[in-house]
């Protein structure tokens, strides 16, 4: 036990940390030793190429967009807050912790999770899902099972259905509309905190 608390007591700040990201001190240990491990030059932060130590990430086809929602624009690094709050996306919701009156909502709410799903979308930060956009996506999951056509077709459909206001575009409130009915928490999950 004495080592857990040392360790929280390295990490600036960890009490807030822990509040704004839900995560509890095992998590934040087992996160701070992962962030460390692929730290490891002892930098303090890391960088995109440091993801790649992530076998989950490497195999994943849309695993270099998700590494790049690790970084701000114009940020080549990433420190240990920064990681833990975007993690903090994929914790599941915790639907007995209390909502405090006036707190901002949970970096892992519903809403925020979407949002974080649309902006590896929209790569252009422009708030709207283009045809190509989606069409790279599309190739980089899909590759060589289906061909060019089909995942045009794909698009073409599923701008289709969710572009309500005929922009030929998917906005943030589209998105979010067409995934009603889909259980965000279930399909952004982590698996390394258990």
């Not at 599941?92 to 892992?108: F, G, H, T």
Request: aromatic share 8%; glycine share 6%.
């Amino acid at each position: 036990m004495g080592s857990t608390n040392s360790t929280l007591l390295k990490i600036p700040n960890v009490e807030v940390l822990m509040q704004e990201t839900g995560f509890s001190p095992a998590h934040i240990i087992r996160l701070h030793d992962r962030f460390k491990a692929l730290d490891k030059e002892g930098r303090g932060h890391l960088c995109p190429q440091d993801f790649g130590e992530i076998k989950e990430l490497a195999m994943n086809p849309i695993g270099d967009r998700i590494i790049g929602a690790f970084f701000s624009p114009g940020k080549e690094t990433v420190d240990f807050h920064t990681f833990v709050k975007i993690l903090a996306h994929f914790r599941p919701v915790d639907k007995d912790r209390p909502k405090e009156p006036n707190s901002p909502e949970p970096i892992n709410s519903r809403s925020n999770k979407l949002k974080f799903a649309f902006q590896l979308y929209d790569q252009d930060k422009d708030g709207k899902i283009s045809r190509d956009e989606l069409l790279k996506v599309l190739r980089a999951m899909l590759g060589m099972q289906v061909t060019e056509e089909q995942l045009e077709s794909i698009a073409d459909r599923t701008i289709q259905e969710a572009d309500l206001d005929r922009d030929d575009a998917i906005s943030f409130e589209e998105f979010r509309k067409s995934l009603e009915k889909v259980n965000i928490d279930h399909k952004m999950s982590i698996r390394f905190l258990r």
